[in-house]
């Protein structure tokens, strides 16, 4: 009784983080620079891109918890394009630059992504502006980050003296 109500609770946690991540990101061929163009032509602020990996429990809490609550999608997909990455892919893409490296390589000699998740905005030129490591504390802490890169405050301040100023 208790594997089938474990199997059960498993496969609805799974099932909602696979709809969520379903539901938020865009597909992508894995051509980097061509997110770049489809981004600026629909005049977002930024691209992010969520490094993850499937066994990650912080990632799945992610799209579990965040990434599949409605103001989050809304907002979101107004300011940002949205890319989920493997960080132990071995699928060949073209990064911001025009090369071609691993999603693995990707993530680790080129944004030292080690642990997951990363949530890591790019300016519209592929800049790195700013990352977040781990998930984040709640919804809002999360729209928070996001509004830290529309409005450009990481500019002029880190984005702990950011939540504390706007909280």
């Not at 893409?93 to 691993?102: L, R, S």
């Amino acid at each position: 009784m208790l594997i089938k109500l474990y199997t059960l609770i498993l496969t609805i946690i799974l099932t909602s983080a696979v709809q969520a991540q379903g539901d938020f990101f865009q597909a992508s061929l894995g051509d980097y620079q061509e997110e770049l163009e489809i981004a600026a032509n629909e005049n977002k602020k930024a691209i992010m891109i969520f490094f993850q990996m499937d066994e990650c429990p912080f990632c799945h809490w992610m799209k579990s918890n965040v990434l599949n609550q409605s103001k989050v999608q809304t907002y979101y997909k107004k300011n940002f394009h949205l890319l989920s990455h493997d960080i132990e892919g071995d699928v060949e893409i073209t990064d911001f630059d025009g090369n071609t490296i691993t999603q693995k390589d990707f993530a680790s000699k080129k944004h030292r992504v080690r642990a997951t998740p990363v949530i890591a905005f790019f300016d519209l030129k592929g800049k790195k502006i700013t990352k977040f490591t781990g998930r984040t504390s709640s919804v809002e802490e999360f729209l928070l980050l996001g509004k830290y890169v529309e409005t450009q405050a990481y500019k002029q301040m880190r984005f702990s003296k950011y939540k504390r100023v706007n909280q």
